[in-house]
């Protein structure tokens, strides 16, 4: 969900970029009104005011040109035209030089999720992001596989994420992510992907939650439910939502609705029941038995997952039945 800036079309301002970015958007708008009512009006007002009444009618003068009005109309636009450049400059160079005293994240594209290193974290967090409130935080982006571009709306900030290639990003979130009034959740600012990266480029979504320095202390994104089919989905949705729905529906791999205790039918021919041994498995080494159908998806191996872990996913697979 995009909070809308009851102000104007954008979303929500929500980090320091964004009352320039907005300025020289709205102003370049206004411009683009203006001038379209101005000389579409005096088009239309010429057309009429002047048509030829008569087919015989002669041209009322041939005039070829008219040097004042040509030099007033090339030099109010270029005075335009170096006003919104120097504003769009100015922005673009804040936006690239991050100050010195940032914390370092570092988020890594791939099809089709996002993975972010909080800092200090040595395994990524897939898709969640938390941040502090007035605190400026600089990413390091780049991608395993294709072209990707991180973007949050809200705070105005974009950069390609290029494989083999480090990006920077900075910015400093101004704006606490509310809570749901009803669930007391905190409703996220998202992240997209806004470069067509393939099939599910349009999956590529994440979430930042800027909070309190107070929360942020407490390393949110670390917090483990004590119910195990909450963590299991928990994992699922940092892990798996990217290739793996819960509605039946073929992704890049099988969905999870209705596997647990199925029978599947292998790449070669042969047969496994979906338990806990064959989950496990596949987590770690996901192509040592390959579901038919799924040839040439590959999925992301986690040999670093737990036992724990793996119960909990269990646990949740088992809650889908
Ligand atoms: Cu990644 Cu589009």
Request: proline share 7%.
């Amino acid at each position: 969900m995009i909070l809308q800036d009851p102000q104007s079309w954008l979303p929500v301002p929500a980090s320091t970029f964004a009352p320039s970015v907005d300025g020289v958007w709205i102003l370049t708008w206004w411009l683009c009104v203006f001038f379209f009512v101005l000389i579409a009006g005096l088009l239309a007002y010429a057309v009429f005011k002047w048509r030829r009444r008569t087919p015989d009618q002669p041209a009322a003068s041939n005039t070829t040109h008219n040097t004042t009005l040509e030099v007033v109309w090339t030099v109010i636009p270029l005075i335009i035209m170096m006003v919104l450049f120097a504003w769009g400059w100015k922005g673009g160079m804040d936006m690239t030089v991050a100050p010195a005293d940032c914390l370092q994240y570092q988020v890594k594209g791939k099809q089709w999720e996002w993975q972010i290193w909080h800092p200090g974290s040595t395994s990524p967090v897939v898709r969640d992001m938390y941040v502090p409130v007035n605190t400026n935080v600089r990413v390091t982006t780049y991608s395993e596989d294709v072209l990707h571009s991180f973007y949050i709306p809200a705070f105005r900030c974009k950069r390609d994420v290029l494989p083999g290639r480090y990006q920077m990003v900075w910015f400093n979130a101004t704006r606490l992510s509310e809570r749901d009034p009803e669930t007391g959740e905190l409703m996220p600012y998202p992240i997209l992907c806004a470069e067509y990266c393939g099939r599910n480029h349009s999956y590529m979504l994440g979430n930042v939650y800027v909070v309190t320095q107070e929360e942020y202390d407490q390393r949110p994104w670390e917090v483990i439910p004590d119910d195990p089919v909450e963590y299991g989905q928990m994992i699922w949705e940092r892990q798996c939502v990217a290739c793996h729905t819960l509605d039946g529906s073929k992704l890049v791999g099988p969905t999870f609705q209705g596997l647990w205790g199925k029978t599947e039918n292998l790449e070669d021919g042969s047969t496994v029941l979906v338990d806990r041994e064959y989950v496990a498995e596949s987590i770690r080494m996901p192509e040592a038995k390959r579901v038919a159908g799924y040839a040439g998806n590959n999925m992301t191996a986690y040999p670093d997952m737990t036992d724990e872990q793996v119960d909990a996913i269990c646990a949740f697979l088992e809650s889908l039945k």
